[in-house]
């Protein structure tokens, strides 16, 4: 293992086309590029204290990333230019005729690109999901539960977004269309934070509150795994080799095996 010293409270961390590594600094108000080599660079963007947060790759060949403080989305070119859009835009009418109205203190926080070429993000405070184009059209859908609180999301196999409801207990799902389905997991105090798309054509996610990992089907089954210790605090999760890997707060990864 080889640590490479970046800026303060690094958060997420994506794989660029460019081959090298973008992440968010999170404490330095930077987005930052690492090469597989272990060259660091970093780009401050035109809002100051936005503390960047989620970070993905576009279909565009840039990256995108929320500033979680600011309430603005983020494109980096690999050349290091920087375009702000707000990431609140408007929410969407819950009935025909509903006003629309924006979403304030929103909080952006993870990020994925969707099926449809645009990105997809989740609004914590917002309490919505978000959806921006390549061009900075913005929009929000709102969720059915209330202090839902969403964190991480993911595309899914099924030509849909998966998104953790930290706050509800709850795995939601959203269509292209902004139809949202949420699922309640076994534990309503599992403060699921992070998920990803499995080996086995299912989502897995992270319980922080409880100290395990849960896995969902696409038509909503849900399966609870235990970690070897429950306070280990987990919190990101990507699949690789086969595998889920897990990152706890205690110091450690777990490396979960997919049933077969």
Known sequence: MTVHSVGAKPMMIAQGPDGALWFTEYGTHRIGRITVDGAVS???PPTAGGGPYGIAAGPDGAMWFTLSAADRIGRITMDGDITEYPASGVTEPRAPGATQHPAPRAFPSAMAA???GAMWFTLNQGNAIGRITMDGLTTAHPLP????????IAQGPDGALWFTEIGAGQIGRITMDGTVTEYPLPDRQARPHAVTGGPDGALWFTEWGRGGVGRITTDGRITAYDLPRADCEPHGIAAYDGALWCALETGSLARIEVPR
């Open 42 to 44: 970093s780009f401050v």
């Open 114 to 116: 969707g099926p449809d």
């Open 145 to 152: 539960t209330e202090a839902a609180a969403p964190v991480g």
